[in-house]
């Protein structure tokens, strides 16, 4: 059997997943909705139905494991509440001590930056000028525990607003806009 490779931008509001086990997630957007995907197709890793951006789908089990190993990088966008400061910033890139099912949890140091240009990220409303300033960051991260990003920075006193995962190891989400869908060599 050839696998097939897909790569996808999750729009706020869908989760990473096809099918709908769950009552209470019933009325749930699923991705199914975007294209006729092949049978046997899944998800590499998960975006929060709050997050959006790169989402890697496949038919192949040893390439989903391979990406959501620790051994490759994933970009995140993410717009926080006020202005960050160099503070908190060094903070993060240090490790952080989050929950993780309950437990202390602490985060691996990983690169921050402020981001000046977002010309790249598709715009999408999320609050009124006048709830106050936001500011962006580029986080990459090479672990994925639940809602960790959002975690991480609204430790630091900076709450994420809007989280868009722009690049997985060397696949990046480039121009594509919202519900865009690409089928992709491997």
């Known amino acids: 059997m050839k696998h097939r490779y897909y790569k996808l931008y999750k729009p706020y509001g869908y989760l990473s997943q096809f099918v709908n086990n769950q009552n209470r997630r019933r009325n749930k957007k699923l991705l199914n909705q975007f294209y006729d995907f092949p049978d046997g197709i899944m998800a ?108 991480m920075t609204a430790k630091v006193g900076f709450p994420t607003l809007r989280l868009v995962r722009v690049r997985i190891g060397d696949y990046k989400l480039g121009r594509m806009l919202s519900t865009d869908v690409m089928e992709i060599n491997c």
């Open 44 to 151: 590499v890793g998960r975006l929060d139905e709050k997050s959006e951006g790169l989402l890697l789908l496949t038919t192949d089990g040893k390439f989903s494991n391979y990406i959501t190993s620790s051994k490759i990088e994933k970009e995140y966008h993410v717009m926080v509440d006020g202005l960050i400061t160099e503070e908190a910033i060094y903070e993060i890139q240090q490790g952080l001590e989050i929950s993780v099912n309950g437990k202390p949890y602490i985060t691996k140091p990983c690169p921050v930056k402020i981001l000046n240009d977002t010309s790249h990220i598709e715009e999408r409303f999320v609050r009124n000028e006048n709830h106050g300033p936001t500011s962006w960051l580029s986080m990459i991260l090479n672990e994925g525990k639940f809602r960790q990003v959002r975690k």
